[in-house]
């Protein structure tokens, strides 16, 4: 991995310009992530499909892209392409109300990024807010996302934070909040 990028406010949104390659692949696929990122953001508080546009989230997927999702979660599973992928942010706007991105560190190789997101998400159902870090790895080929494989910190806290109340099981000791080193 060669190159490392630490941003601590939202991506700055770069205009999509179809596939990237030459020599600028590199700062193109931290581009085309940054672009992805805000597209995301912008997606989910607008309340997903039918109520947002897909087009920018489009721009940066690659035709046959997969994303892995842990299965535990409420939108786990395989979703492949666009419409895949479209269908996963569908369900992650119906889960959550909002995503804030506090810090996003890029490390940016000749064909994957390593990108560790620490964010605020707010619940759709419950209005809790969680705090969190998922790292994932990115594949992009010619400037756009063919695979991504996020990495949630804790799986567990993402299903307690849409969990209704009544459905939350009893604990005797708080549950403690680590962050990543």
């Known amino acids: 991995m060669s190159a490392e990028n630490t ?10 310009t179809g596939p990237r390659t030459g020599e600028g692949a590199r700062g193109d696929a931290l581009a085309v992530l940054q672009e992805f990122y805000a597209a995301e953001a912008a997606y989910i508080a607008a309340g997903g499909m039918g109520k947002a546009d897909f ?7 690659d035709p046959e892209v997969v994303m892995y999702q842990a299965p535990g979660l409420p939108y786990g599973g395989t979703w492949r392409g666009p419409r895949g992928i479209e269908e996963f942010m569908a369900a992650m706007s119906e889960a959550w109300q909002s995503l804030e991105f506090l810090e996003q560190r890029f490390v940016v190789g000749a064909d994957a990024v390593v990108v560790m997101n620490r964010g605020r998400l707010k619940a759709r159902a419950t209005g809790r807010i969680l705090d969190t870090s998922v790292m994932q790895l990115i594949t992009v080929k010619d400037g756009l996302i063919t695979e991504m494989h996020p990495f949630y910190w804790d799986t567990m806290a993402v299903a307690e934070a849409l969990r209704p109340e009544e459905e939350l099981p009893v604990r005797d000791d708080p549950p403690v909040t680590r962050r990543p080193a």
């Open 7 to 16: 941003v601590n406010s939202s991506p700055t949104t770069v205009p999509a």
């Open 55 to 61: 087009g920018a989230l489009a721009a940066c997927l």
